[in-house]
Each structure stands twice: as C-alpha cells, then as structure tokens.
C-alpha cells in the first residue's frame, strides 16, 4: 500500500482553483495563494508526480452558456445498449460523462441541461426507447463545491 501524500494548506488552494477552473493562470493562482507563480508550477508538477494531479477535469461555467441546470442521471436497463442511451443523452443536453456502474444503477451521466424539461423529457424517452427499469434525475446545486479536507490523497 502507497505511504498517504502529504499536502499543505497552499496545495489545497491551488488544487481547489484548479478544480474551480482548470484554465486559471499561473500568476493568478500566485497572487490568490500568496506566493510566486514559479512556487505555483513548481508545487503542480509536484502535485502531479504524486498522482494527486492525474488530468484536467473541467467544470464549465455553464451558465455562461446558458446551461445552468447541473444533473447526474441514473439508470437501470436491460441489455446491451449504453452507446444508444449515450447517443440519445448527447443529442438532447452537454454530456459531461457515461460510466458503468457497480451499485444503484447500470449507468451513470453527468449533464449540463437548459432546463427541468429538458431532463424530465430525457428520462422519459430512455425509459420509452430502451426500456430502462428506472431513470432517476437529480439536481446539483451549482457550481459543484469538492471539499478536500475530506479526501484521503494517495497515489
């Protein structure tokens, strides 16, 4: 088992800008934290050999495009059909992720949508199309707010 990655309150900061936005400029993220934007890079790429950093996942500012309904939407079906039910979900919202599940539901979606319609039509059009046992929508608070005091950061 990897030895827990040790991290401080300026790493916490700059991880929570970059998740914040991803995009945010190194003399930027400097001035927020307080120090330089070569300590900046320096404690990313850091950050980054330690696997705490493995990508860039981006929350878009959605309502800037006029998609301000965040939603997961989970689903249980029969058979084979997650590229037509990722095809059906792509077509009518923004689809941020499809994955597998092992728990509740078969599927699992994470959307940015123009409105409550919008999602109750998706659900229903899976449920009719597919066959799906059960489509359940719900409704982030936006923006996503990640907490990384309760995360146990290993790599």
Avoid at 122 to 132: L, Q, R, T, V, Y
Wanted: hydrophobic share 45%; charged share 25%; net charge negative.
């Amino acid at each position: 088992m990897s030895a827990k990655v040790e991290i401080d309150a300026t790493d916490k900061k700059i991880l929570n800008i970059l998740i914040r936005n991803a995009r945010a400029r190194l003399k930027d993220i400097a001035k927020e934290c307080g120090i330089s934007d070569v300590s900046v890079l320096k404690r990313i790429k850091r950050l980054k050999n330690l696997k705490v950093i493995t990508g860039a996942t981006l929350f878009v500012n959605a309502q800037a495009l006029e998609l301000p309904i965040v939603a997961y939407i989970g689903i249980n079906f029969n058979g084979n059909q997650e590229e037509e039910i990722e095809k059906l979900i792509s077509e009518e919202t923004n689809l941020v992720e499809l994955s597998t599940s092992v728990g509740k539901y078969d599927l699992c979606a994470l959307v940015y949508a123009e409105s409550l319609p919008q999602l109750d039509e998706i659900a229903s059009a899976i449920k009719e199309h597919f066959g799906a046992r059960e489509v359940t929508v719900n409704v982030w608070s936006y923006p996503p707010n990640f907490n990384l005091e309760n995360l146990n950061l290993e790599p």
